[in-house]
């Protein structure tokens, strides 16, 4: 088994686990592949870029928390092999164990003991009048939201061309099954099991409460607009990043992915055990 590794340079502790990993890894018969910045910070040379993972390694794994996941996803590029999240804290929800749980985790690599989970990705364009499309990918929400004003700003959503709400918020989320944990959930959206078909769309701070959430099927194209030009010009965000403004005429087409992201899992790990976990969840 050949394991490509990346970590976030500017996670505490990220040097110490990388050391450990690779020694568990190798002495459960494993080799290793670091990217380019994670070979500067082992100081060593020979490091690839990631995108170049996918020629090179059985399964990536990732050094950091949730965070640095969605970053690695936009390194790998198209990476369709098993993603491990080895989280340098408390367990996330994209990760696959502690690095507390190095051993357990080379042994059951090394034994292939291990399932994924298949998550989908959306696919964002851009569309401006006069101007190249622009194609984003994102693991959790694509995100258009009021740029320097204070105010509310008003915003189209139409799913497979037809008019769903003119909105008044300070912006629309739309999220995956993924993404259901993340900002979606702090906007007050629903939690969506990984494996449902389908997107939500969730206004954050709408003027009305009865602008609520809405679960659709994967399969829906949506289009996000903005619909006021005195308010100058809005935040279009991927999972957290990529800030770029929008005007009024521009058209965010948000779609199903045509690759999916998968998501490495131990035995006896699940969605479940992380959301009682993260969230607190406790019986009665």
């Not at 390194?75 to 408390?90: D, S, W």
């Not at 502690?98 to 985790?105: I, N």
């Amino acid at each position: 088994m050949n394991v490509g590794i990346l970590a976030n340079p500017l996670k505490l502790g990220a040097l110490s686990t990388l050391h450990a990993l690779r020694a568990a890894l190798k002495s459960h018969g494993c080799t290793t592949v670091l990217d380019e910045e994670t070979a500067n910070l082992a100081g060593e040379s020979g490091g690839i870029p990631a995108a170049e993972f996918n020629q090179h390694v059985d399964l990536a794994a990732v050094l950091g928390g949730d965070g640095t996941m969605l970053h690695a996803l936009m390194r790998l590029g198209n990476f369709e092999k098993p993603v491990a999240g080895i989280n340098i804290g408390t367990l996330g929800f994209l990760t696959s164990c502690t690095d507390g749980e190095l051993g357990v985790f080379a042994a059951a690599i090394a034994s292939h003991r291990y399932t994924t989970s298949v998550r989908t990705l959306l696919e964002a364009t851009i569309h401006r009048v006069g101007n190249p499309d622009e194609t984003f990918i994102a693991l959790n929400e694509v995100t258009l939201a009021r740029g320097n004003t204070g105010r509310l700003v008003s915003l189209r959503a139409q799913v497979n061309g037809e008019l769903l709400n003119d909105y008044r918020a300070d912006g629309l989320i739309v999220a995956t099954p993924t993404g259901s944990t993340a900002y979606s959930l702090s906007a007050g959206g629903p939690l969506i099991a990984p494996d449902a078909a389908v997107f939500v769309i969730t206004p954050i701070c709408p003027h009305s409460l009865s602008q609520r959430s809405l679960v659709l099927s994967d399969d829906c194209i949506v289009e996000l607009s903005a619909e006021d030009p005195d308010c100058g010009p809005m935040l279009f965000t991927v999972d957290g990043r990529d800030s770029i403004h929008i005007g009024a005429g521009d058209c965010i087409e948000v779609k199903k992915a045509a690759r999916s992201f998968h998501l490495l899992r131990l035995e006896g790990r699940s969605f479940y055990e992380a959301l009682r976990q993260k969230l607190r969840w406790q019986g009665v």
